[in-house]
């Protein structure tokens, strides 16, 4: 396996059991879609078969049981201890989590905060968990931060109800405004992870990433978890 251009990605992290996450942004290029041309980019990141989930923010969990398996299933969360294979998520202000065990078990979340409150992240680690999976580590990557995440009062009450009262707080104007990575923190200890890493990129307002909530865009960056 080569893993090309791994040094430019925004985010990189090594976990437990020698897990490898690594985060893009605008240098690597849309990683949305099929085709030769993301398949390419793709490879450039992470030379490995790639599972790419149809996301659709609810709380569903899959197994892969092979290098590139499962792929364009209905699903925001995939779990594996196949080596050689990288789990991927594609995001443009929800929250990627990646997940890792010494076991090897290894897991990727889309989290926005309609999975957030449907209980994607507790999912993923009980998935992790039922596989062999001890102590669970977590990093998040880039995503949205409250700083633009002006957010409804009775979504926000939805969110707070579940996750607690640290989801809750201002954007940049002083509006109320969803603190995403609050709410991916205090998800991750009630289902007993270590959070060990997080990215302080907010998508919407830092350099290099793309937003669907600053701009619509369509493309999306990638967090991709492997074991090498």
Do not use: N
Not at 45 to 63: C, I, N
Not at 68 to 84: H, K, L
């Amino acid at each position: 396996m080569t893993v090309a251009g791994l040094a430019r990605l925004p985010a990189e992290w090594t976990l437990a059991g020698g897990i490898r996450v690594g985060s893009t942004g605008w240098a690597q290029g849309d990683l949305a879609g099929e085709g030769p041309a993301v398949e390419r980019r793709r490879g450039l990141v992470v030379d490995l078969p790639w599972t790419v989930l149809k996301q659709v923010h609810g709380a569903r969990v899959v197994v892969v049981d092979r290098p590139g398996g499962a792929v364009g299933e209905e699903a925001d969360a995939a779990v594996t201890a196949v080596p050689a294979a990288a789990l991927a998520v594609l995001t443009a202000d929800c929250a990627p989590v990646a997940l890792a065990s010494p076991e090897g078990v290894m897991g990727i979340t889309h989290a926005g905060w309609k999975g957030l409150r449907a209980g994607v992240i507790a999912a993923t680690v009980q998935a992790m968990r039922r596989m062999g999976a001890t102590r669970v580590e977590a990093v998040l990557g880039p995503c949205i931060h409250s700083c633009c995440y002006t957010f409804g009062e009775d979504d926000l009450v939805a969110v707070e109800s579940r996750l607690g009262h640290q989801v809750r707080a201002s954007d940049r104007s002083g509006r109320t405004a969803l603190d995403l990575p609050a709410g991916i923190r205090s998800a991750l200890h009630a289902a007993g992870a270590v959070m060990v890493g997080e990215s302080d990129s907010c998508t919407a307002c830092g350099e290099g990433f793309w937003s669907w909530r600053a701009d619509g865009t369509s493309r999306r960056q990638a967090t991709v978890v492997w074991r090498p």
